[in-house]
């Protein structure tokens, strides 16, 4: 079982992926270390804190982008990641496409 605050930092993500986090602001809101942080969050879940953070956000992003037809500029702002340059970077090293080719190859997509 992950140490409470492991618990916490993930539910916070799971919640509040939107927000810009840090690791400094996290260790700041929970009053540890941020290496503390890492250690345990990996040894918890297998990735790092901004790992499984931007996962979570990528997730979001996926579903925005077949289910509404928001530009891909607002997408990234919508899940946390306001630089567009770097959330079309995120989005294909972790899907292996761009978001745009990512909205038009899906079947169900609104396009």
Do not use: W
């Amino acid at each position: 079982m992950p140490p409470r605050e492991v618990e916490k930092i993930r539910f916070l993500f799971e919640h509040e992926f939107q927000k810009p986090y840090t690791l400094n602001d996290i260790a700041a809101l929970f009053g540890i270390s941020k290496y503390r942080i890492c250690r345990e969050f990996t040894d918890a879940y297998g990735i790092s804190p901004i790992q499984y953070l931007n996962r979570k956000r990528i997730d979001a992003a996926r579903q925005l982008l077949l289910t509404t037809e928001y530009k891909v500029h607002e997408i990234g702002s919508m899940v946390g990641i306001d630089n567009t340059a770097y959330f079309i970077t995120l989005f294909k090293k972790h899907t292996g496409l761009t978001p745009l080719s990512y909205r038009q190859q899906e079947p169900f997509s609104l396009t």
